[in-house]
């Protein structure tokens, strides 16, 4: 059974840093990805960055790009995001997320991931 579980959310303020990561298990599909994605109150889920399961490839939303660093730790099953320079925006609970599909068009469609954590959150505010 596959699962996930994310760590690492928060308070932030402006301009820091900080790690998510997401520990997974029970993934059986031999291609696909794993992904981070976001939900603001009112807002829709946004995709903040993608990793194939290979670790082959990334693709960053455009909101995180550039501060944005999403990675594989095989060892440990685990995928890591780092955002630096945070902004207020940037406050929303974020998702991991596992599925049968490719960064490039997973990441602008949510849907397309079938596994999902519950979340965490993360503020950033001064």
């Known amino acids: 059974q596959l699962r996930l579980v994310e760590s690492g959310g928060g308070l932030v303020q402006p301009g820091d840093s900080l790690r998510l990561s997401c520990a997974t298990s029970?993934?059986?599909?031999?291609?696909?990805?794993i992904a981070w994605f976001r939900q603001a109150p009112g807002k829709e889920r946004e995709g903040v960055a993608c990793?194939?399961?290979?670790?082959?490839?990334?693709t960053y939303g455009d909101s995180v790009t550039g501060r944005t660093a999403i990675s594989g730790d095989r060892a440990r099953s685990t995928v890591n995001l780092t955002m630096r320079n945070l902004k207020v925006e940037d406050t929303a609970v974020y998702y991991c997320?596992?599925?049968?599909?490719?960064?490039?068009?997973?990441?602008?469609?949510?849907?397309?991931?079938?596994?999902w954590g519950l979340g965490t959150q993360v503020t950033v505010s001064s």
């Open positions: 990793i194939s399961k290979a670790g082959s490839s990334t």
């Open positions: 029970g993934i059986t599909f031999e291609q696909g990805a």
């Open positions: 997320a596992a599925g049968p599909t490719e960064c490039w068009y997973g990441l602008s469609n949510p849907s397309e991931f079938t596994s």
